[in-house]
């Protein structure tokens, strides 16, 4: 069962994963999107909205401004669902500690993707030599091709990054999972809380907004005493 | 001649693949002369079009939603080149002349801007559990870029070199800053729900939770300072793990 | 003190400067020192508008950026100072623009240029401008963004001389 779970996770991951940098760029790989559509295809769409809330805010201020390249928090959104949802099946452990836990893991993991998506741009630069070789031969069906080979490049590094998270997690969670399972019991909803809130805290210190903390400290005080008082 | 609808058309949709070899020489160079080259081989013979190509092969990058504008007013120019009309400035003049500029202000406007406020706006949704979270994410957020997409392209060939007028015009770079400063205002207000739905369900008191503030803050602060993400999650997680232990130990000692 | 940094890029203003280094370091100010740049009307206006109006942009040759400094109008302002080719960074050094620092961000590839990182790519020349600028004393580094590792220039080199 846990392969067929992996397979479906494998298909997101290469549409989501795509979508980053290679296509169209309409947002499917943000971890709101991408947790909760791999989350429903492999039956619990509720643990992907989870994921989705308590990831998407963590890198979301790191831009892919020109070559410079932000985690992957594609992958770490989708493996770390994949992970919780067949990990619960066979753990008998369909929690949210068991979640935590396999975002804990995939979020480290987010650094692989950098190397993977490095890689795949580095290759790039071969499909590029050769296009110009094309060209000067005056072979243009050769140029579109290397184009469409560099889409290629991008989607090894998706599924690359998937799999090196999914195989991490595979191995490691089973094992630490019977000593975690205790510690985490007393914390996990307090995690669940702080993951989106370090994330806007990211948000605050690197946005290009002046005074940011002193407009988001009012708005959450306004927000907060409405709801305390109504 | 000018183009068919047709080709225009086919290169827009080629637009969607730009970054598709996106390399660290030339960024989007190669996805550049992909997508022009069905318009290309319309407008020169053979010999002249590998000259045009291997000028187009060139170094660029701009941000992926704006780029149909550019590729919209080379086309008109390539039309005007292959006319032998004389051009207000040559095709890889403007193309390094407007890819920076394009480029800065997308990543402010729509990285920047308009995907934390979609998504501070979808999260509230998310959190209380409805599944159309990403939907409305999605739909929130892809209608302006969509909308550059198109009409930058229509508006692009349209004018040519005179569309990069509206950059002016609307003064993009503040509405970035008013989007941002849009973002926070939502972002403060879903931290609060979130801080505020957590205290009810742990029947504690609600005016803890202004005290939320402060370690936000001292987050914020340390993130300014270079700190990576990954190094402040883990450190909170951490903490939050410890803390969660040692509250245990003390209760069921108090109990004792 | 008013140029909190310095940096070599290519494209001078864009994403990288305007989204991470601005925030970074509180700038209030660019200042483009380029000569194509300030010649260009409409190169200049474009970058103008691409930065927020809450922001200063001063575009001149080298000479003038130079004058500029010199003339201490920009004392109050926190300037971020942007060279498009590591020539540049020297000329206006040698003719008085004293920095402390500087960064390597985007360095294009091209014809006989070695690669020292992803984003950076040096001819013997500009090798030379640099080596220069440090025995006067700069320290360079190269960084595209805040976020990434900040490593000195000479451990990025391959081999001198050799190609990358």
């Known amino acids: 069962m846990i392969a067929v779970d992996l397979l479906f996770g494998a298909l997101v991951s290469l549409l989501c994963g795509l979508d980053r940098t290679a296509l169209l760029q309409v947002m499917i790989s943000r971890p709101l999107v991408a947790a909760p559509l791999v989350a429903w295809l492999l039956g619990e769409p509720l643990v992907g909205l989870q994921v989705g809330v308590m990831v998407e805010l963590l890198w979301l201020a790191r831009l892919p401004v020109g070559a410079a390249i932000p985690p992957d928090d594609t992958q770490v959104s989708i493996a770390g669902t994949v992970l919780a949802i067949s990990l619960g099946k066979a753990l008998h452990a369909d929690s949210l500690e068991l979640l935590l836990l396999c975002l804990l893991v995939a979020i480290p993991l987010g650094k692989v993707g950098q190397f993977f998506d490095h890689a795949a741009r580095q290759y790039n630069v071969r499909l590029l030599n050769r296009a110009e070789t094309a060209l000067a031969n005056g072979n243009l069906f050769a140029v579109e091709f290397q184009h469409l080979r560099g889409i290629l490049s991008f989607s090894l590094a998706a599924i690359g990054t998937y799999s090196f998270i999914v195989v991490s997690g595979l191995l490691l969670i089973p094992l630490c999972w019977s000593l975690v399972q205790h510690p985490l019991e007393h914390s996990s909803s307090w995690l669940q809380l702080a993951l989106p809130l370090v994330g806007v805290a990211v948000i605050l210190g690197t946005i290009n907004v002046s005074r940011a903390l002193t407009l988001f400290c009012a708005t959450f005080g306004t927000a907060f005493l409405l709801m305390w008082l109504v | ?256 | 003190m008013s140029i909190v940094l310095t940096r070599i890029d290519n494209r001078l203003i864009h994403g990288q400067v305007l989204e991470s280094w601005v925030p970074y370091i509180h700038a209030d100010c660019i200042v483009v020192a380029n000569d194509e740049m300030a010649a260009t009307p409409l190169k200049r206006m474009m970058m103008e508008a691409s930065v927020p109006s809450r922001m200063r942009v001063e575009i001149g040759s080298i000479e003038d950026t130079v004058a500029l400094f010199a003339s201490k109008k920009l004392d109050h302002c926190k300037a971020l100072l942007l060279f498009g080719s590591t020539i540049d960074a020297l000329r206006a050094y040698r003719l008085g623009l004293i920095y402390q620092q500087l960064n390597l961000g985007n360095l294009h590839a091209g014809e006989g240029k070695a690669r020292l990182s992803c984003t950076i790519f040096i001819d013997r020349d500009g090798l030379e401008d640099l080596e220069q600028l440090e025995l006067a004393g700069v320290k360079i580094t190269a960084r595209c963004i805040p976020a990434d590792i900040e490593r000195s220039w000479r451990k990025l080199i391959p081999n001198r001389g050799g190609k990358g």
């Open chain 2, 1 to 256: 001649m000018s183009l068919s609808r047709v080709t225009r058309i086919h290169v827009w949709f080629r637009m969607l693949l730009l970054q598709g070899s996106w390399n660290f020489e030339r960024l989007q160079g190669l996805g550049f002369l992909y997508a022009l080259l069905p318009a290309l081989k319309k407008i020169y013979r053979r010999e002249e079009l590998l000259k045009v190509g291997k000028e187009h092969l060139s170094y660029f990058n701009t941000h992926p939603y704006l780029a149909p504008a550019v590729a919209a007013a080379v086309l008109k120019l390539e039309e005007q080149r292959a006319a032998k009309e004389e051009l207000p400035v040559a095709i890889s003049d403007f193309k390094e002349m407007v890819a920076a500029p394009y480029a800065a202000i997308g990543d402010a406007l729509f990285w920047g801007g308009l995907r934390p406020l979609a998504a501070g706006i979808a999260l509230f949704f998310a959190a209380k559990g409805i599944l159309w979270a990403p939907v409305v994410f999605l739909l929130l957020y892809n209608a302006v870029p969509i909308w550059f997409r198109v009409a930058g392209f229509v508006r692009g060939y349209r004018l040519g070199v005179q569309s990069v007028e509206f950059l002016q015009r609307h003064r993009l770079p503040d509405w970035a800053i008013h989007t941002k400063e849009a973002a926070i205002v939502v972002l403060g207000g879903f931290s609060a729900f979130l801080v505020f739905q957590q205290l009810q369900q742990q029947a504690l008191p609600s005016w803890l939770g202004l005290f939320t503030l402060l370690p936000m803050i001292m987050l914020g602060l340390i993130a300014r300072k270079g700190v990576s993400t990954l190094m402040l999650t883990l450190l909170t997680a951490i903490i939050i793990v410890l803390a969660g232990l040692f509250w245990a130990d003390l209760t069921s000692w108090v109990a004792l």
